[in-house]
């Protein structure tokens, strides 16, 4: 995905003088401007980028807001019980998750690019050809040996058991297809990112600190004529080369950044009211809630029905053994030799299940150690540069970037 860099010296400067007009493709750095601008028609082709920040409106916290993301306190993670994190129904989308269905519906949407795992756009009903889970997600599951492919269902059914899924072809531990930092981003993401972006007209990028590579180096890839729009809590991709400029301070040639300090649920609403959307984006995610309401309620009624259904099967198991026991005496010498099998059975089992768990653990480790922790950048530091690896960006190579112009 990363073209490879020209030097230094062959290097055009890209950043103009202080004589030179700067074009102002925005009027200001205001959410109206980019109103104006979608409302004169000269957006068609959108990309949407987002982070954690679009959910936690829903209840899933990110990584770094202080006092509240994960980085911060692991032990406030309010789920009502851990698995929950695997249980899509619990969390539902937000507003700012609708506006994306709501763009796709004028027309105006190219695609919308999450940095998300947790499969709230898809719940929206987007359109997944719309939709570019760049670091993964749990819709789908895969076997870390040897890449065969496992329904997510069965591997829910495994966790909400705490039991580990393994693999039917090769016995390997499955995994849901998130990307761990250091791994490769699905290939759909280079592909997609490769083409869209020199056509897209106007980036909104939402709820996103822009510190993990290669998605916050997406900024800089729309045509310098781009309007992009940032919609967050903090500031951020100032310090990213080519990132965003909202006061003039890097003298790009064009005025095209525009920020909105706030709540993405805040921001989307405003800006769907200044085109004249807004009533519809409230419209579509009222629906949407009710949609989900009720598949939660038919999910339950399933589980509810399975569990009873196995409990009756469960009795009937029972009454089998009872009459198993009858038979007992005729078969005693039998039963110890089968006993003896199964104990054997069981420590080999168990021996493997150690292994499965330790595998599990470092797997686990290796999450932690590098996704939920504040040691990521030298984890990262040490990962061997593939193509597009996923990592944290080192703040000091972006600064040292930013206060050589000429370097990009
Ligand atoms: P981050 O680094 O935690 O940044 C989140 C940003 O969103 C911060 O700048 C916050 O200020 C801002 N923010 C938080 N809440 C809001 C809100 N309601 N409105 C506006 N802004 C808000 O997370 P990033 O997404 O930048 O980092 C990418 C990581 C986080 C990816 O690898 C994800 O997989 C990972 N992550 C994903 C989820 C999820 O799937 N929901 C949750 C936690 C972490």
Same mark, same amino acid.
């Given at each position: 995905m990363s073209a490879p860099r020209a030097s230094v010296k062959s290097r055009p400067t890209r950043i103009q003088g202080e004589a030179e007009p700067r074009?102002?493709?925005?009027?200001?750095?205001s959410l109206e401007s980019v109103a104006d601008f979608i409302n004169q028609g000269k957006a068609k082709n959108i990309i949407v980028m987002s982070g954690a920040g679009i959910s936690t409106a829903a209840g899933i916290k990110d990584f770094r807001t202080p006092g509240t993301g994960l980085y911060d306190d692991l032990k406030r993670f309010n789920l009502p019980y851990p698995q929950?994190?695997? *249980?899509?129904?619990?969390?539902?989308?937000?507003?700012?998750?609708?506006?994306?269905?709501?763009?796709?519906?004028?027309?105006? @949407?190219?695609?919308?690019?999450?940095?998300?795992?947790? %499969?709230? $756009?898809?719940?929206?009903? @987007? &359109?997944?050809?719309?939709? !570019?889970?760049?670091?993964?997600?749990?819709?789908?599951?895969?076997?870390?040996?040897?890449?065969? %492919?496992? &329904?997510? *269902?069965? !591997?829910?059914?495994?966790?909400?058991?705490?039991?580990?899924?393994h693999c039917k072809k090769c016995g390997g531990l499955v995994k849901p297809t998130i990307?761990?930092?250091?791994? $490769? @981003?699905?290939?759909r993401f280079g592909t997609l990112a490769m083409v869209d972006f020199k056509k897209c007209d106007l980036l909104i990028v939402l709820g996103t600190s822009l510190q993990v590579e290669p998605f916050n180096r997406?900024?800089?890839? !729309?045509? $310098?004529?781009?309007?992009?729009?940032?919609?967050?809590?903090?500031?951020?991709?100032?310090?990213?080369?080519?990132?965003?400029d909202f006061n003039g301070k890097w003298k790009y040639p064009n005025v095209r950044d525009a920020l909105f300090l706030g709540s993405c649920d805040e921001g989307t609403r405003k800006l769907a009211k200044l085109c004249g959307w807004e009533d519809e984006l409230q419209a579509m995610y009222e629906a949407g809630n009710i949609k989900m309401q009720e598949a939660e309620e038919l999910e339950a009624l399933t589980l509810a029905k399975e569990q009873e259904?196995?409990?009756?099967?469960?009795?009937? !198991?029972?009454?089998?053994?009872? *009459?198993?026991?009858?038979t007992k005496d005729t078969?005693?010498?039998?039963?110890?030799?089968?006993?003896?099998?199964?104990?054997?059975?069981?420590s080999a089992k168990d021996v493997k299940d150690t292994k499965d768990s330790d &595998?599990?653990?470092?797997?686990t480790e290796r999450f932690?150690?590098?996704?939920?922790?504040s040691t990521t950048e030298k984890a990262d530091a040490k990962k061997d540069s593939k193509e597009t690896p996923y990592k944290v960006a080192s703040k000091t190579e972006s600064k040292i970037k930013n206060s050589d112009p000429s370097v990009k």
């Open positions: 074009v102002p493709v925005l009027k200001d750095a929950a994190v695997f *249980d899509i129904s619990f969390f539902k989308p937000t507003l700012t998750h609708y506006f994306l269905p709501l763009l796709a519906k004028k027309g105006l @949407l190219l695609r919308s690019y999450t940095q998300n795992i947790d %499969m709230l $756009e898809r719940l929206t009903g @987007l &359109d997944p050809d719309l939709l !570019v889970e760049s670091h993964g997600s749990f819709a789908t599951s895969k076997c870390i040996k040897c890449d065969t %492919m496992v &329904d997510s *269902d069965i !591997v829910k059914k495994h966790i909400l058991k705490s039991e580990i899924p990307t761990f930092f250091g791994e $490769e @981003l699905p290939p997406l900024i800089t890839r !729309v045509p $310098e004529s781009c309007p992009r729009l940032l919609i967050n809590r903090e500031r951020a991709g100032e310090d990213i080369y080519g990132g965003f259904e196995e409990e009756k099967a469960g009795t009937n !198991v029972k009454g089998g053994s009872k *009459d198993t026991k009858d078969k005693d010498t039998k039963d110890t030799k089968g006993a003896k099998d199964a104990k054997n059975a069981k &595998d599990l653990d470092s797997l932690q150690a590098t996704n939920l922790s």
